[in-house]
């Protein structure tokens, strides 16, 4: 097999014919519990969707987007198994911070940010280097699901009191927005609250379904399942996210059966929300990298 060579890698924007390459990419990924096939039609549509081809084969992906309050959001970082390690990753955070940068140039109030998995250690030494500094965090664990479904109460007249133990951030899935007024109609937009005769919940509707409470721990944490189950279906995985604040709690769940997921079994704040210090983002880190690169504002 030839030698890879990094500078014969194309940054550009996904188009879609990419779709088969971008499935088989997530295979490889999770042990192919990804949820980049759930989302890639809808990025596939979108803005700011990019991809690194080498050979004419796509073997990367990031996406950008944006939230509420100016939030440049970049997500799914994806590197083919077969090409990982080569500097690919880097490459891709390289150009694509490239871009955003005259994406700012546009829109001065712009923040960059994104969360990722506190184990991710690659993701996270590059954009450290870069100048993104931990913001906030969460607690995310998971569970064998159960077999019983209850449908639960929706919930659509709200407003910043679903903020009450979040306030900076509140998960939808693996996406924070700010806990702010103006982030409202986002989230009704792209989440479901719904309430259990002891709790209140949101389940965001992008990417990969995960579970935030909102109110206080249930003192029957059992009874609470079939109500999250609907958002899953019937005996699959369920997946729970919390406050900084609940982590007290924590052996409460642990007692009905709920894990963090990694294989140590940690009890750690695994899901951290990153944003670039000052605005400034420190291209010049990597130097030139002499890929070819395609795309326009």
């Known amino acids: 097999m030839p030698m890879f060579k990094l500078e014969d890698c194309l940054v550009r924007l996904a188009r879609l014919q990419d779709r088969e390459d971008l499935l088989a990419i997530s295979r490889g990924i999770w042990e192919g519990t990804d949820y980049l096939p759930q989302v890639v039609d809808r990025w596939l549509a979108e803005d700011w969707f990019f991809v690194c081809e080498y050979q004419g084969r796509v073997i990367a992906c990031l996406k950008l987007s944006l939230l509420p309050d100016n939030v440049l959001w970049f997500e799914g970082l994806r590197v083919h198994r077969r090409w990982q390690g080569r500097g690919i990753a880097k490459l891709m955070n390289t150009e694509i911070f490239r871009f955003a940068a005259e994406l700012k140039q546009e829109n001065p109030a712009l923040a960059y940010e994104f969360c990722t998995y506190y184990k991710n250690y ?18 995310n664990l998971e569970r064998r699901g159960v077999q019983r479904i209850v449908q639960p109460e929706l919930v659509v007249d709200y407003g910043v009191e679903i903020f009450a133990h979040y306030p900076k951030y509140i998960a939808l899935n693996w996406h924070a927005v700010h806990s702010k007024a103006e982030a409202l109609p986002f989230i009704k937009k792209h989440a479901v609250l719904f309430r259990s005769p002891q709790a209140l919940y949101l389940s965001g509707l992008v990417g990969e379904p995960c579970i935030t409470l909102l109110s206080a721990m249930p003192a029957d944490i059992e009874a609470e399942l079939p109500y999250l189950q609907a958002f899953f279906g019937s005996r699959r995985k369920l997946s729970l996210t919390l406050p900084t604040e609940f982590a007290a709690q924590i052996p409460r769940l642990q007692q009905s059966k709920f894990y963090f997921w990694d294989d140590e079994g940690e009890v750690a704040m695994n899901m951290l929300v990153f944003a670039l210090v000052n605005g400034i983002l420190k291209c010049t880190t990597f130097g030139s990298l002499n890929c070819t690169t395609i795309f326009n504002l």
């Open 122 to 139: 690659e993701s996270l030494a590059i954009t450290r280097k870069l100048g993104f500094v931990p913001q906030d965090g969460f607690y």
